[in-house]
């Protein structure tokens, strides 16, 4: 029994038949886990001879009729597409770049029964900042939806442990940039970044440069990643 017919009978368990109708003459579920899995297959980037990563983050576009027929459904349909695309991804000794998230987007350009696949590879990110410095922070990083703080000194990205802030994409070096981060006696804040000698590169700004000054919205892009500073006009202190 295939991965795919697994999943069908999960589902038929899952809501005795309740689903099918609902979906009669629409988007079948199957042809979305189907569309997953094709996803992860056309969008692999090679580790190594036995890994390869795939994307994480996948958003399953829907009309507005078929959205409002799944919206019952929707929380135990996402566990079950997760799980039966982690089957796969061992299957096929692929590797996700992080967390894997599956969310239903309604898009009125779409017509019943008819639906895509969105997906992109968001690297896993680790910072050892607090909450509460998080909270407090005049300036943050966001990365991959999550915030960290820029403060004096500064940080380093990277992959290595040895950095400040690691993100898992390949495409990232050990030590890739420096954040360098100080604070005027107006309370004013000054960030600047620069590559510290990284395999490949950086864009500012959708500009490639070894060193840049930044400001609130900047972009600094590395591997496949995209950074974003954010100025706080009032800190919570």
Do not use: W
Not at 26 to 49: F, M
Not at 54 to 76: K, Q
Not at 177 to 194: M, P
């Amino acid at each position: 029994m295939s991965g795919l017919q697994r999943f069908e009978q999960r589902l038929e368990a899952m809501v005795s038949g309740a689903f099918a109708r609902a979906f009669r003459s629409a988007v079948q579920p199957v042809e979305i886990a189907a569309a997953l899995q094709r996803e992860c297959d056309n969008n692999t980037q090679i580790l190594s001879r036995q890994r390869r990563m795939v994307p994480n983050d996948f958003h399953v576009e829907l009309s507005g009729p078929d959205t409002d027929r799944l919206a019952p459904y929707d929380s135990a349909l996402v566990k079950d597409l997760a799980l039966q695309l982690q089957e796969h991804a061992e299957k096929q000794s692929y590797v996700f770049a992080g967390p894997m998230t599956i969310a239903f987007d309604r898009a009125d350009d779409l017509t019943i029964g008819r639906f895509r696949v969105r997906s992109q590879a968001q690297a896993a990110v680790v910072s050892n900042a607090t909450h509460t410095q998080v909270r407090r922070a005049r300036a943050l990083l966001e990365v991959n939806g999550t915030r960290h703080p820029l403060q004096p000194p500064g940080l380093v990205v990277g992959r290595g442990t040895e950095a400040d802030l690691r993100i898992n994409d390949p495409g990232v070096s050990r030590r890739h940039v420096e954040f360098t981060v100080t604070e005027s006696a107006n309370g004013g804040v000054g960030i600047s970044v620069q590559d510290l000698g990284s395999t490949n590169g950086m864009l500012v700004d959708g500009h490639r440069i070894t060193s840049a000054a930044l400001q609130d919205g900047s972009e600094v892009k590395i591997g496949r990643t995209t950074m974003t500073v954010r100025v706080e006009e009032d800190a919570d202190v």
